[in-house]
């Protein structure tokens, strides 16, 4: 048993041997990347909404993008794990590669709870808060590419803004259409329930991806 825990140990070490050269950086845009195809593939199941067609068929290709996002949260973690030396403190890459990974997480969420609500139509609402949605992650890999050299950059912040913007339109959006949905008696409970429920998630979305430029802001104050 001795030698096994011992083997296994050696096994462990091997796996996680950094990489030469690794950037962290670049994993980032990927991750970033990959919210924009989540974001894209809801903002087009809903403009072309049917639910037992396009969701049926679409619910696999945003699991693929989700498993994408996550196999590159354990690279990263494998390679922090075993770095000794990183561009920028290992908390501040944990915390970033959790809080993109978030985002790609709550897109996905999304998407299921529409398939599992047996959603029959789309409010034309949602619609626009996908719109915002993909807006923002096309925002937040433009954020990502800046702070690839953010100790130089003097757009980031820019960046950033922009991204606080589309969440507050989005924050805008949100007051107007649960004042609309509960102000719509011809709904039964059933659909206020869900409605409200969804639109809280689409709205988590876009504050998961504004939080995250907010962290890749903070980061940069803390090198300067």
Not at 33 to 51: I, P
Not at 86 to 104: F, K, M, N, R, W
Not at 193 to 212: F, G, Q, S, T
């Amino acid at each position: 048993m001795g030698q096994d825990t011992k083997e296994t140990k050696k096994n462990k070490k091997k796996t996680r041997k950094p990489k030469k050269n690794y950037n962290y950086f670049k994993a980032f845009e990927k991750m970033t990347r990959y919210t924009v195809q989540a974001a894209a593939l809801l903002e087009d199941a809903t403009t072309n909404y049917n639910l037992d067609v396009v969701f049926e068929d679409k619910l696999d290709d945003i699991r693929r993008v989700e498993h994408k996002c996550d196999e590159v949260v354990y690279e990263i973690m494998d390679q922090i794990v075993a770095e000794f030396l990183p561009p920028i403190d290992q908390e501040d890459i944990i915390s970033l590669t959790y809080a993109l990974d978030d985002v790609t997480d709550a897109i996905e969420d999304v998407f299921t709870c529409i398939y599992m609500f047996h959603v029959d139509h789309l409010r034309s609402n949602a619609v626009e808060f996908t719109r915002i949605l993909l807006q923002s992650t096309e925002g937040l890999e433009e954020a990502a590419k800046e702070f690839s050299h953010f100790k130089k950059s003097k757009h980031l912040k820019d960046k950033v803004m922009a991204v606080s913007d589309l969440e507050k339109e989005a924050d805008k959006l949100f007051v107007r259409a649960t004042h609309e949905l509960f102000g719509d008696s011809s709904l039964d409970l059933r659909e206020v329930i869900i409605w409200k429920d969804l639109y809280e998630r689409l709205e988590n979305c876009c504050d998961a991806a504004e939080m995250v430029t907010k962290l890749m802001e903070k980061i940069q104050l803390k090198n300067l």
